[in-house]
């Protein structure tokens, strides 16, 4: 078993900046793509960035792409979000995510992650 455990999501403004972190720990595989979801209420779960195992390539929705940058450090098991400009409709609960990953299309996809931390609020006010 792999346990992901999510932080820093707060209230902020519009255009502040917000940080989270996802911590991997247990069963963890340094081949494991990690990746952050977000739900909003009402709504399904959402793609919003990935990393590869090596860390050198990363995917981006198109709502949050030159916004948002996700990194991984392998030495810490850790992942990170980096949002910047952040706007009301970012507002949703996230989640990081890890998982084998085969193909570049099953990077965006929620049903290609097998492990998923509990969940960080993010609510961005105008």
């Known amino acids: 078993q792999v346990q992901l455990v999510g932080s820093g999501g707060g209230l902020v403004r519009a255009g502040d900046s917000l940080r989270l972190s996802c911590a991997a720990s247990g069963r963890t595989r340094s081949t494991y793509a990690m990746a952050w979801f977000r739900q909003a209420p009402g709504k399904e779960r959402q793609f919003v960035a990935a990393?590869?195992?090596?860390?050198?390539?990363?995917y981006y929705s198109d709502s949050v792409k030159g916004r948002f940058t996700i990194s991984r450090d392998k030495t810490k098991n850790t992942v990170s979000l980096q949002m910047n400009s952040l706007k009301p409709e970012d507002t949703a609960e996230y989640y990081c995510a890890a998982g084998t990953i085969y193909t570049e299309g099953d990077y965006y996809r929620r049903g290609a992650y097998n492990y998923w931390g509990q969940g960080t609020q993010v609510t961005v006010s105008s």
């Open positions: 990393i590869n195992w090596t860390g050198r390539s990363t």
